[in-house]
């Protein structure tokens, strides 16, 4: 630790309470790499509201969500209608309410539930706003000062049926509950896939994405972006291993697109039941394409989720499975082998993502439930994570600030993160990683210096 990273880390100490004096200095801090964010759930739900209605979608009046195709057996309404009608202020609040945590009521709701049934409110706003959200999602990070960011950006759409999978998989998920071996019945089931137009199918993907990357300018020498594919859990067992197929595929095709994540709540049935089907497909197609690295959601659960389940050692097994990252982790402590799965996350360098923000709505963790420190005492990397910003309606210096006076942690710690932000990404081109991080080096550097010339004046 260099003598002016201990001033800094006095400073904070001393400085613990006063949140708007950190937040002032937050705002200037280097933030490096955040390698855990939901695209969709960090755009700021104001913009997703007006692009909605710019898009002429129509929004059910029940629940508030949006659509291309009005239902008749509900009550539909059509958005640009309602933006012109004297009512539109009260309609905007509403949207908000739905589609963000903004005024939540947990004595009404349960805060997953409102979370995780959010997105599929604003789902049809997505694509005609995928351009626009690309530059807000530059943009705030050039604001908050991050370098570089992995984003859980697109799947492959989930209607591909294939009989011969659907009748092959039929007691998947039982058999791997049991611990039966699949990898015969997999491997016919990829043999299946290896098809021509399955792989231009991938390769049309990629191009689409690398398109709009390139004419937007999003990468430029203060920026870096790339795209993780995501697999949906809560999908039936043969469309998740198609899914995973091609999002395989795709990563190892593409510059971009760096690696794949699950996603679906942990505390759904089907996550749970379905468990260790997914890991054991993770850990054969990791075989297939080896160099396609995994990061997993694991341990976002409560003491007394992670208690109720059937297979509750989320964290070890996606390690044991094979995962290079591991998002969330807050549960390792009621997990039943702690010790080995900090040491094996210690040995092999899998760092831990944290989403301070995200666990403690979703989750109600306060700061000194979340087990960070638990990871950093076992030697376990961390790096930082947003998750969703724009439901959660924070900011990253606001997440970063409550680190310093929530958490407890320090200028060191925090600095430590940004750096393994760059260094544990799954950013493929080796010049380019290095280039960030010696830049980012230099701005801390730079930082450092002001910090210190501001305190001696
Ligand atoms: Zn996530």
């Not at 129509?58 to 009550?75: G, H, I, L, T």
């Not at 960070?372 to 606001?398: E, H, M, Q, T």
């Amino acid at each position: 630790m260099n003598p002016r990273e201990t001033k800094i880390n006095r400073w904070i100490e001393q400085n613990r309470n006063r949140e708007d004096v950190l937040m002032e200095w937050v705002k200037r801090m280097p933030k490096g790499g955040d390698l855990h964010q939901h695209f969709d759930g960090s755009l700021l739900t104001e913009n997703l509201i007006s692009s909605a209605v710019e898009q002429g979608l129509w929004v059910c009046m029940d629940d508030f969500s949006v659509s291309r195709q009005p239902q008749v057996e509900k009550q539909w309404k059509h958005l640009p209608e309602l933006f012109q009608s004297a009512d539109w202020e009260n309609i905007h609040e509403c949207l908000l309410r739905a589609w963000s945590i903004k005024d939540f009521d947990a004595t009404r709701n349960a805060a997953d539930e409102h979370f995780f049934g959010i997105f599929p409110k604003f789902f049809d706003v997505i694509p005609g706003y995928t351009e626009a959200g690309l530059l807000e999602t530059k943009n705030r990070c050039l604001e908050e000062k991050v370098t570089y960011l992995e984003t859980h950006f697109e799947n492959f759409p989930a209607q591909i049926e294939n009989q011969f999978l659907a009748e092959i998989s039929k007691n998947w998920s039982i058999l791997a509950a049991w611990g039966d071996d699949l990898t015969h019945e997999f491997e016919a089931a990829f043999q299946q896939l290896q098809t021509t137009n399955n792989r231009s199918f991938v390769e049309n993907t990629c191009n689409r994405i690398q398109e709009v990357h390139q004419r937007l300018n999003i990468d430029d020498d203060r920026f870096t972006l790339r795209y993780l594919m995501y697999v949906l859990r809560l999908l039936p067992e043969h469309l998740v291993f198609e899914q995973m197929y091609l999002a395989f595929l795709s990563c190892e095709i593409s510059e971009l697109l760096v690696g794949i994540n699950l996603v679906g709540a942990e505390n759904n049935p089907i996550t749970q039941s379905d468990l260790k089907l997914h890991l054991q497909m993770v850990s054969f197609f990791k075989k297939k394409f080896p160099k396609v690295p995994v990061a997993l959601h694991a341990g976002e659960l409560t003491q007394e989720l992670t208690e109720r389940f059937l297979h509750p050692h989320t964290i070890s097994q996606s390690v044991k499975a094979g995962a290079q990252r591991i998002g969330h982790g807050v549960a390792i402590e009621w997990e039943w082998n702690e010790e080995e799965t900090l040491k094996i996350m210690s040995e092999q360098r899998i760092p831990l993502e944290i989403n301070l923000g995200s666990n403690e709505f979703i989750l109600g963790i306060k700061p000194e439930e979340h087990p960070w420190r638990r990871y950093l005492k076992a030697g376990v990397p961390l790096v930082f994570g947003s998750d969703d910003l724009g439901i959660l309606r924070s900011d990253r210096n606001r997440e970063v600030t409550r680190f310093f006076s929530q958490y407890g942690g320090s200028y060191s710690e925090y600095k430590d993160m940004a750096l393994n932000g760059i260094l544990y990404s799954f950013l493929k081109d080796k010049d380019r990683k290095n280039q960030i991080l010696n830049q980012l080096k230099a701005d801390f550097d730079t930082f450092e210096k002001t910090f210190e010339d501001e305190c001696t004046r």
